[in-house]
């Protein structure tokens, strides 16, 4: 199935199942989409502007998802550490 037939962007920058919400969040450019995995539909209300994630950038390359909750983003040389929690950048760094 094509990811344009999910309502999805053909090519997103990064992808990663969010326990929060129990569904696979994607990033393309400046906005995020939500994919139920049960039902392989966007969630209502997606797309959305990349500023509900407080502090990321746009263009990241990857995410890890940590089991004490917390997410790490990356983008070139640099990532970012988000908690949930607070839905927000707690910190960044560095990777040089």
Not at 7 to 35: E, I, K, Q, T, W
Not at 57 to 85: H, S, V
Request: glycine share 10%; with cysteine.
């Amino acid at each position: 199935m094509k990811s344009s037939d999910l309502g999805l962007p053909n090519h997103s920058d990064c992808a990663f199942f969010y326990h929060p919400l129990g569904h696979m969040v994607l990033f393309r450019g400046s906005r995020y989409y939500v994919l139920n995995l049960e039902s392989l539909s966007v969630e209502p209300y997606y797309p959305r502007a990349l500023q509900d994630w407080k502090g990321l950038p746009r263009g990241l390359n990857g995410a890890l998802t940590r089991p004490d909750g917390k997410l790490y983003f990356f983008k070139e040389q640099q990532y970012w550490r988000f908690d949930p929690g607070k839905v927000r950048i707690t910190a960044g760094y560095n990777c040089l």
